[in-house]
């Protein structure tokens, strides 16, 4: 299976995207007609991966939280994250956690992965997790993990 890739820019209203250059989008999409596919959009200037105040709140405030609930140690609940939230499923094979899937999100990816494990802390087992802005990161002395 090859893989082909475009790049266009475009903005969004009203929940869709306007390209710059929407005849030469859909003349390259009609070089896909009839194949099936993915659309992945980035957006702009969002690239830098998480940051040292994100790992900070992370290993500062939500695993120390919910490891406090559970009784689990700090690395064992990081693990108990990785296999609800990281863990792939393949048909006929026991779930694995990707390691790595983390490694390279971005500052905007790490948030709304800090926003999953928030809902799911409070929806599943009334645990609240302060937000980030709730608490002084840069009192966090714990050390900073990648």
Same mark, same amino acid.
């Given at each position: 299976?090859?893989?082909?890739?475009?790049?266009?820019?475009?903005?969004?209203?009203?929940?869709?995207?306007?390209?710059?250059?929407?005849?030469?989008?859909?003349?390259?999409?009609?070089?896909? =007609?009839?194949?099936?596919?993915?659309?992945?959009?980035?957006?702009?200037?969002?690239?830098?991966?998480?940051?040292?105040?994100?790992?900070?709140? /992370?290993?500062?405030?939500?695993?120390?939280?919910?490891?406090?609930?559970?009784? /689990?140690?700090?690395? =064992?609940?990081?693990?108990?994250?990785?296999?609800?939230?990281?863990? @792939?499923?393949?048909?006929?094979?026991?779930? /694995?956690?990707?390691?790595?899937?983390?490694?390279?999100?971005?500052?905007?990816?790490? =948030?709304?992965?800090?926003?999953? @494990?928030?809902?799911?802390?409070?929806?599943?087992?009334?645990?609240?997790?302060?937000?980030?802005?709730?608490?002084?990161?840069?009192?966090?002395? =714990?050390?900073?993990?990648?």
């Amino acid at each position: 299976m090859s893989k082909i890739k475009f790049k266009h820019s475009c903005t969004f209203q009203d929940g869709l995207p306007l390209f710059k250059d929407a005849a030469l989008f859909r003349e390259e999409c009609r070089k896909l =007609e009839g194949k099936e596919g993915y659309l992945t959009v980035h957006r702009k200037g969002i690239t830098r991966n998480k940051s040292v105040s994100q790992l900070k709140y /992370y290993w500062g405030v939500v695993i120390p939280v919910l490891g406090d609930h559970f009784g /689990y140690e700090k690395d =064992e609940m990081h693990a108990a994250l990785g296999r609800e939230f990281l863990s @792939v499923q393949i048909p006929g094979k026991p779930p /694995y956690v990707l390691s790595t899937a983390c490694d390279k999100w971005t500052t905007a990816e790490w =948030e709304e992965h800090l926003e999953k @494990v928030r809902r799911w802390a409070l929806q599943k087992f009334d645990v609240r997790i302060p937000l980030p802005c709730e608490i002084d990161i840069d009192k966090l002395s =714990e050390p900073v993990r990648r």
